[in-house]
């Protein structure tokens, strides 16, 4: 049996001696002493969750921190930065008890969540086993609001959990077989919600609401039914209804549409710092929208206290030039994907002899031995990324130097003799191969054509493919476009982000190894047939293996087991070179307001795991009293 547990705020207080009451929030002052909100000793839950402080300082209360988005539905991104989850990563990759108080995992089956008592909602109601029941008796199991019952990610092949309430504070799910996913999943940027607050929901749910009330409330809402009445005031990651209450740091005031979102403090948050004082430590996140190429300019130009998003490598310099006006640094935190940009030959492809020559292993490793690596690092990157395959980086625990240098070297005459030896040793007038039908060997590489940087090193690829008389062709197009070219077969190859995750552990899932989703751009019918059955199941030995060998990672509770089964589909994906990693270890630029403390100045930002600054906890950032 594993449990996960943080350290009690009563437990500190009696080992230090400093009173909640004594540390109240100025911005939050006059609403106490109105009684409009109760004092903090009465905001925080008994045993509140405490952060650790060893490489941190602690901070003081206010200021405001301005960042830049893109578009509206970009504000969801708070959510993936506050990360207040159920459980959580810590910054050693490790899963810890965040809202709640503990877990006990009896051998990846039963799952107890234990709550914190006196835990609220940041509109003050409590947090109890009865807005797990309503998210799963009346949501996930509620025939109009799910008709397809829970998420995937409740089921543990296919089987629904039984779900239990203990009492107030505490609920239990029960696998009939090991579903290591659960605790991942409602860790994840985009985490698996599997609460609701009943006390606020329950007003737009037909088991609570009468006809009348309910048809009043859509009528308000524009919506024709109370499924998308119940939907719109209900979406906990998306953040569209500023009265829907949360558990994340700090809460959006602002009704969609608008150009600027104000984030105000969480009153009830449920974290403290090591004198058991409630964080957050800033006040306000103030959210402005911009184009996504004006927003590097004007991140140079001072405008923003804190901004990674939107922002590449190739601004470097740039960003460099404005830190002594623009009073902010530029820290360079290192990338968790296993490539920058990779390239997908599609397996699936609809073309016959495309699809063949996809398959043949000795095309894919031809055409990573004809990317200059080294070039591209040095012309697009200043030399700061490394020249090795798409796998996992080297800061893994997973990882081997012979996966990174597998077929990534540039070895001319090593491919040249790989495509002479499958039969394409004929060429036309330009030196360009040639099918056996006579047809020229020219790849046309689909892609999202969203920045200067992939254009850049995709022409770099373009020119060393020559030399081995492949063509490249690059057609930019809108992502849904690309992704539906891929998922139809249509695209023979595109490019893309390498492995999602090139940080994992072996406690991690290995699904991003085998074809088990649509979107991996490789083998996306093999992924749809994984997830829904329909279509075809792998005809390549391989690729059938690591299917066989995730499901076995998804059945055993064995560390050892799990980290023999990572370490072989890692080696059958550089033996097989399934996708052509094209550089990795990418820094990524961050532009930090000098005054803002406790911002890491190296640290690794990634998606999942590590919810970009989720994982470095954004709560305890904060700025000087004298500076705010």
Not at 543 to 572: C, F, P, Y
Not at 575 to 587: A, E, P, T
């Amino acid at each position: 049996m594993k449990t996960f547990r943080l350290i009690t705020l009563s437990l500190l207080v009696a080992a230090i001696g400093i009173s909640a009451q004594a540390a109240e929030i100025p911005y939050l002052k006059s609403q106490v002493d109105s009684q409009q909100l109760p004092p903090m000793e009465e905001r925080l839950p008994d045993e509140p969750a405490q952060v650790p402080f060893e490489h941190r300082k602690l901070g003081d209360y206010g200021g405001k921190i301005r960042m830049l988005m893109s578009k509206a539905k970009d504000i969801r991104q708070m959510v993936v930065f506050g990360y207040s989850r159920l459980v959580g990563y810590d910054e050693n990759l490790t899963l810890r008890a965040d809202i709640l108080k503990s877990v006990e995992v009896d051998h990846n089956r039963v799952f107890t969540l234990h709550l914190r008592q006196g835990m609220r909602w940041s509109d003050g109601h409590p947090f109890t086993a009865e807005d797990f029941r309503f998210y799963w008796e009346d949501v996930a199991n509620n025939d109009v609001l799910s008709p397809f019952g829970p998420t995937k990610t409740l089921l543990a092949q296919g089987q629904k959990p039984l779900f239990e309430v203990i009492d107030q504070y505490t609920v239990r799910y029960t696998w009939p077989v090991p579903n290591p996913y659960f605790l991942p999943a409602v860790a994840a940027p985009r985490p698996l919600f599997i609460y609701m607050p009943a006390h606020y929901m329950k007003q737009f749910h037909a088991d609570y609401q009468s006809e009348e009330t309910l048809q009043k409330a859509m009528d308000e809402a524009r919506k024709r039914n109370w499924r998308g009445l119940f939907v719109a005031k209900g979406r906990q990651y998306k953040l569209t209804n500023p009265d829907l209450p949360s558990l994340q740091p700090w809460i959006n005031t602002t009704r969609p549409p608008a150009e600027r979102f104000m984030f105000v403090r969480n009153p009830f948050f449920h974290r403290v710092d090591s004198e058991g004082r409630q964080l957050p430590y800033i006040d306000e996140i103030e959210i402005n929208l911009a184009s996504t190429g004006l927003i590097p300019a004007k991140a140079g130009s001072g405008d923003v206290d804190l901004q990674a998003r939107y922002l590449r490598l190739d601004n470097y310099t740039f960003l460099k030039e404005g830190e002594e006006n623009g009073n902010y640094n530029v820290n360079l935190w290192e990338t968790g994907r296993g490539a920058q940009i990779a390239l997908y030959p599609n397996l699936n492809a609809n073309d016959p002899k495309w699809r063949e020559l996809m398959r043949d292993v000795r095309f894919r490793r031809a055409l990573s031995l004809g990317v200059n690596r080294h070039e591209i690092n040095q012309v697009v990157y200043f030399g700061l990324a490394r020249d090795m395959a798409n796998t996992v980086l080297p800061s893994c625990p997973l990882f081997r130097e012979e996966y990174a240098d597998a077929w990534s070297d540039f070895d001319l005459d090593r491919a040249n003799q790989l495509l002479d030896e499958i039969g394409l040793d004929r060429k036309d007038s330009r030196g360009i191969r040639l099918f056996p039908n006579g047809e020229p060997l020219e790849i046309l590489v689909q892609t999202a054509g969203e920045s200067t940087e992939e254009t850049d090193v995709l022409s770099l690829v373009e020119d060393s493919w020559k030399k081995i008389g492949v063509q490249m062709y690059v057609k930019p197009t809108q992502r849904e476009v690309l992704r539906n070219r891929v998922f139809s077969g249509e695209a023979i190859m595109s490019a893309w982000f390498g492995l999602p995750n090139g940080l994992p552990i072996a406690s991690m899932s290995p699904e991003q190894l085998a074809p088990t989703h649509q979107d991996q751009y490789q083998w996306p019918k093999w992924g749809r047939f994984y997830e829904t059955g329909e279509g075809e199941a792998p005809t390549m030995p391989d690729v059938a293996e690591l299917v066989k060998l995730n499901d076995a990672w998804g059945k055993t509770t064995s560390s050892r087991h799990r980290e023999r089964i990572w370490q072989r589909m890692l080696q059958l994906h550089s033996r097989n070179v399934y996708s052509i990693g094209l550089v990795s270890g990418v820094l990524q630029p961050l532009v930090v307001n000098k005054k803002l403390k406790n911002v890491p100045e190296r640290a690794f930002y990634n998606w999942d795991p590590g919810a970009y600054f989720g994982i470095h906890n954004m709560p305890t950032f904060f700025y000087a009293a004298e500076d705010q």
